[in-house]
T-cell receptor, first 115, second 116 residues
């Protein structure tokens, strides 16, 4: 079974631009979560999508948004990029939502660099 | 608030030596606990998880972890470390969220270096 895939793997953008990252979950998984990883803040929860609905959002500004499609694929968007948005963005998929014991499987991440 | 603490930022062990990575959690109920490993430039790979039953859980790559409620700990162990185990290790707790959904809260990670 194919794992979680994320595209692109690397991105370089300049301040003020916007960016869209894509995540394809494991087949049969309906929940997709996004995390931001930085050296200073570590791994932080961005949001979770399930059945095309955002279930929860972490403590991030409104510039961070996402969506989920009917095939469970998800995209996240960051508008008006800031230098501090440089990070590894990780997507994770799980079978369901609301079960904290349901394993989240992670993709390889998208490395975003903002210049 | 729920939190996860990994007291050791860096650990260096010799190949073949035993390993123990510490993890402490703060959570009111019985937690759902996970250990993930991250190799450079990669995503997170699940090593093992615990949420009930036997307090000693076995994972992949020869790792095991022991849940100790009295100490609020979930330490990761391996009897004999291989050079390929060099990576960053994250302890996490799974949380249900108000209004539905769930998320993982991670510790700050422990970077493992293996000396040959």
């Amino acid at each position: 079974k194919a794992g979680v895939t994320q595209t692109p793997r690397y991105l370089i953008k300049t301040r003020g631009q916007q960016v869209t990252l894509s995540c394809s979950p494991i087949s049969g998984h309906r929940s997709v979560s996004w995390y931001q990883q930085t050296p200073g803040q570590g791994l932080q929860f961005l949001f979770e999508y399930f059945s095309e609905t955002q279930r929860n959002k972490g403590n991030f500004p409104g510039r961070f948004s996402g969506r989920q499609f009917s095939n469970s694929r998800s995209e996240m968007n960051v508008s008006t990029l800031e230098l501090g948005d440089s990070a590894l963005y990780l997507c994770a998929s799980s079978r369901t939502s609301g079960d904290p014991g349901d394993t989240q499987y992670f993709g390889p991440g998208t490395r975003l660099t903002v210049l | 608030a729920q939190s996860v603490t990994q007291p050791d930022i860096h650990i260096t062990v010799s190949e073949g030596a035993s390993l123990e990575l510490r993890c402490n959690y703060s959570y009111g109920a019985t937690p759902y606990l996970f250990w993930y490993v991250q190799s450079p430039g990669q995503g997170l790979q699940l090593l093992l998880k615990y949420f009930s039953g036997d307090t000693l859980v076995q994972g992949i790559k020869g790792f095991e972890a022991e849940f100790k409620r009295s100490q609020s700990s979930f330490n990761l162990r391996k009897p004999s470390v291989h050079w390929s185990d060099a990576a960053e290790y994250f302890c996490a707790v799974g949380l249900s969220l108000t209004g539905g959904g769930n998320k993982l809260t991670f510790g700050t990670g422990t970077q493992l270096k293996v000396e040959l």
